[in-house]
C-alpha cells in the first residue's frame, strides 16, 4: 500500500525557516512527480511547489517563488521543500502528493495519485 508520510512543520516566528520531508513507501519513487499543497484555516488547498518525475522541471506558486525550494531524492524515496522567510499567511497544513509519470501542469491537484496525511506549520507573526 503506497504511503506518503510528511515530517517537518512546526512553530516559527516570522522570517525563519522550516524544511518538510515527505517519504514514500510501497511505489517505485522515480516515476512519481512530487508535489506540495497547503491548506489554511477557512480556505481551500492551495498549490505551493512540484517537481517532476525527471526532476528536471520545477513548479512554484507566486506566493513562495523565491522563498521555498523543493527538491528530491530518489534513493531515499524523499521529497523536501525547504521552506524560507516565512511568514504569518504561510500558516497551513502541508502536503505531500505524488502523481505517476507527470512532468507539467504540476499544479493541478486533480493529477495527483497519492496524498499524505499533512504536517501543520505555523508562522508566528
Known amino acids: 500500500q503506497v504511503q506518503l508520510v510528511e515530517s517537518g512543520g512546526g512553530l516559527v516566528q516570522a522570517g525563519g525557516s522550516l524544511r518538510l520531508s515527505c517519504v514514500a513507501s510501497a511505489m517505485y519513487f522515480p516515476n512519481y512527480a512530487l508535489a506540495w499543497f497547503r491548506r489554511a484555516p477557512g480556505k481551500d488547498r492551495e498549490f505551493v511547489a512540484g517537481?517532476?518525475?525527471?526532476?528536471?522541471?520545477?513548479e512554484y506558486s507566486d506566493s513562495v517563488k523565491g522563498r521555498f525550494t523543493i527538491s528530491r531524492d530518489d534513493a531515499k524515496n524523499t521529497a523536501a521543500l525547504q521552506m524560507s522567510s516565512l511568514k504569518p499567511d504561510d500558516t497551513a497544513v502541508y502536503y505531500c502528493?505524488?502523481?505517476?509519470?507527470?512532468?507539467?501542469?504540476?499544479?493541478?491537484?486533480?493529477?495527483?495519485?497519492?496524498w499524505g496525511r499533512g504536517t501543520q506549520v505555523t508562522v508566528s507573526s
Open positions: 517537481i517532476g518525475f525527471t526532476g528536471g522541471r520545477t
Open positions: 502528493a505524488a502523481a505517476r509519470f507527470h512532468n507539467r501542469d504540476l499544479n493541478f491537484s486533480t493529477k495527483y495519485d497519492y
